[in-house]
Each structure stands twice: as C-alpha cells, then as structure tokens.
C-alpha cells in the first residue's frame, strides 16, 4: 500500500495527451513539492519532473507536472512510442515518521 | 558529468548479512544528501535510508531500522549500506541516488545508480 495514490496503467495513442494523477495528503503533496521518475524497461529511474512542475534539462517539453492542494499531475502531450514507461511520483512526508514517499506507479501504454 | 554506480548485491541466506556501495563522481560529494531506494521483483519503489551530505544525520524505514546502517566517507566519494539480519522480503533491486540538496529531506533525486540485485533465499 503506497503513501501516494496513482492509477496503476493508463493508455493513449501517438500524438495523444495523457494524464497522470498522483494523491496525497497534507503532509506529502499539500505542504511538498511533488518529483516524478520514468522507468524504462530493465533501466534505473530516471528523474522527469521536479519541484511539481520543473524540467530538468534533456528532458522534452511534452512532459509537465502540476499540483494543486494534496493532489499532482503529469501531462504527457505529443505522445510518442518511447514514452512507454512507468511513472512515479514521490514528495517528503513532514509527519512525525519523517522519510520519503513514492506513489505505486502508473504504466503507460501507447497504442 | 555527474556518474553514479553502485555495487555489492548478491544472493545471501536469511539472517546473513551485505554490505552495498555507492561510488559518486563529478560533483563534490559532501555537498550532497544521498539515499538509498529499493524495488522488488514486479513492484514501486520503496525508500529505504538516506544520509546528509556531512554523515551528521541519517534517516531509516521503519521496515529496516536497527537492522541496516547507511554511511559515507566524504574523502572517497562512497556511500555504504550496512544490511544486517537479512529476511526474504528484503530482497530487491537497491539503487543508490543523490539528492540535489546537502539536506536529506528537501530537493530530489536527480542522478541514480544502476541499481545491485540482493537476494535472500534459503
């Protein structure tokens, strides 16, 4: 059972915009940044978005992240067949059990 | 350019005990936080430890505290993780990541290692 909620698959065709939802709670997501990860087939995470809504360099401006209470989302346009992937999101948690928390991670299928 | 690689997985019986590493390069590592993060067989990703960038502070799962120890020696560049008491579900992939920050509990994991195998089976 992960701290952050995402769907566990979501699909779309090339050329389409997806989404991808990540929920949390006051002491994740409404009081942190959120980070999202791609993970490749066979391959570490890579970082993809940080800070909520940040790209680091390299990385294509079809992705963007955006957050809005205790709630995150990743939007994929221009969908491409290598954007096939798993993605994560992950925030700090500020509670008292302090650590680092990660969403169950999203599949996406392009079509 | 900043590398990052870690080492040291393999297969042990429950209740023996592995130490991984985690070598940085391309950044002055005391600046930097790190964190150790696993993944299961087929499953997310899981937060294990993380330590600040002086080794001053170090931060634990629930899951393995008192049974494994991060640390660090700012002199080579290298990062551990202690694994004592090992049990089944500890077995996963551990991947070594630095944080962009010198605080564990702030900024992301912008740069990971290509991840060392454990195994605990009998």
């Known amino acids: 059972q992960s701290v952050l909620t995402q769907p566990p698959s979501v699909s779309g065709t090339p050329g389409q915009r997806v989404t991808i939802s990540c929920s949390g709670s006051?002491?994740?997501?409404?009081?942190?940044?959120v980070n999202w990860y791609q993970q490749l087939p066979g391959t570490a995470p890579r970082l993809l978005i940080y800070?909520?809504?940040q790209r680091p360099s390299g990385v294509p401006e079809r992705f963007s992240g955006s957050k809005s209470g205790t709630s995150a989302s990743l939007a994929i346009s221009a969908l491409q067949s290598e954007d096939e992937s798993v993605y994560f999101c992950?925030?700090?948690?500020?509670?008292?059990?302090?650590?680092?928390?990660f969403g169950g991670g999203t599949k996406l299928t392009v079509l | 350019e900043v590398q990052v690689l870690d080492s040291g997985g393999g297969l042990v019986q429950p209740g023996e005990s592995l130490r991984l590493s985690c070598t940085v390069s391309?950044?002055?590592?005391?600046?930097?936080?790190m964190v150790w993060v696993r993944q299961a067989p087929g499953k997310g990703l899981e937060w294990v430890s993380g330590?600040?960038?002086?080794?001053?502070?170090?931060y634990y799962a629930a899951s393995v505290k008192g049974r494994f120890t991060i640390s660090r020696q700012n002199s080579m560049n290298i990062m551990h993780l202690q694994m004592n008491d090992l049990r089944a579900d500890d077995s996963a992939i551990y991947y070594c990541?630095?944080?962009?920050?010198?605080?564990?509990?702030?900024?992301?994991?912008?740069?990971w290692g290509q991840g060392a195998l454990v195994t605990v089976s009998s």
């Open positions: 990541a630095k944080v962009s920050d010198f605080y564990y509990g702030s900024g992301r994991f912008d740069y």
């Open positions: 800070g909520s809504n």
């Open positions: 391309g950044v002055t590592f005391s600046h930097y936080a």
């Open positions: 992950s925030s700090w948690d500020d509670s008292p059990n302090a650590r680092w928390v």
């Open positions: 330590i600040n960038g002086s080794g001053g502070s170090k």
């Open positions: 006051d002491s994740t997501i409404g009081r942190n940044p």
